[in-house]
């Protein structure tokens, strides 16, 4: 069985993003991360929660073809925009390259 995750992973997931966003490579949006794992750039993909089932799955599934780690993020659209410091929704982001951060190595273990 999974371990459950607190509010502190989820906090420790938000200051690893920011630093991602700060000093590593990220596409924000459905159809840039989609052309980010079909290119075999993307390196970690994030999901918010309340995005659409049909669009989960079809992220899961190409990333299960070209063996992208994907992470479900515990908060809506909204927050995972806000945990990249836009202003704006972003329902799904790839990581390209994660920079100074320590992202990737969490996400293997």
Not at 5 to 16: E, H, P, T
Not at 28 to 52: D, E, M, V, W
Not at 64 to 90: D, Q, W
Request: aromatic share 4%.
């Amino acid at each position: 069985m999974a371990p459950k995750k607190n509010k502190n992973d989820a906090q420790s997931i938000g200051a690893k993003l920011a630093l991602v966003i700060k000093s590593g490579k990220v596409v924000l949006g459905y159809r840039s991360t989609l052309k980010a794992i079909r290119t075999n750039k993307a390196r970690l993909i994030l999901i918010a929660s309340n995005s659409p089932a049909l669009r989960k799955s079809e992220l899961e599934y190409f990333s299960m073809l070209s063996k992208t780690p994907v992470h479900h993020y515990n908060g809506t659209n909204i927050e995972l925009g806000t945990a990249c410091g836009k202003l704006f929704r972003c329902s799904t982001m790839a990581i390209l390259d994660a920079g100074d951060s320590d992202i990737l190595a969490d996400q293997a273990a």
